[in-house]
Nanobody
Framework: QLQLVESGGGLVQPGGSLRLSCPAS????????MGWYRQAPGKQRELVAG???????NYADSVKGRFTISSDNAKNTVYLQMNSLKPEDTAVYYC????????????????WGQGTQVTVSS
């Protein structure tokens, strides 16, 4: 069973920083892409940042220059460093893994974690 567990969320003041982590566990051979999404109350889930093959990254325009996504392929873990946080960054942040090849040769697409709450407020 593939599992993603986010951590690192919490309450932070505007201008502060948080670092989210998401290790993927299970019988994993390789992961093609991992990413972070967020969903604010009353809004649709949106892509925040993604990383492909541990190298190529993409970001939502609203977080460019403030957030940085990175990964440790040996640990099957993706991180999101969030700086200069704003109240509008408040949301539940979800980790996603796509095109995961297991040790048995099966392919898992679009796996999700349970989410971690990020609240930016003074």
């Amino acid at each position: 069973q593939l599992q993603l567990v986010e951590s690192g969320g919490g309450l932070v003041q505007p201008g502060g920083s948080l670092r989210l982590s998401c290790p993927a566990s299970g019988s994993i051979f390789s992961i093609y892409a991992m990413g972070w999404y967020r969903q604010a109350p009353g809004k649709q889930r949106e892509l925040v940042a993604g990383i492909t093959s541990g190298i190529s990254t993409n970001y939502a325009d609203s977080v460019k220059g403030r957030f940085t996504i990175s990964s440790d392929n040996a640990k099957n873990t993706v991180y999101l460093q969030m700086n200069s946080l704003k109240p509008e960054d408040t949301a539940v942040y979800y980790c996603n893994a796509d095109q995961v090849v297991t040790n048995w040769g099966t392919l898992v697409s679009d796996a999700w974690g349970q989410g971690t709450q990020v609240t930016v407020s003074s």
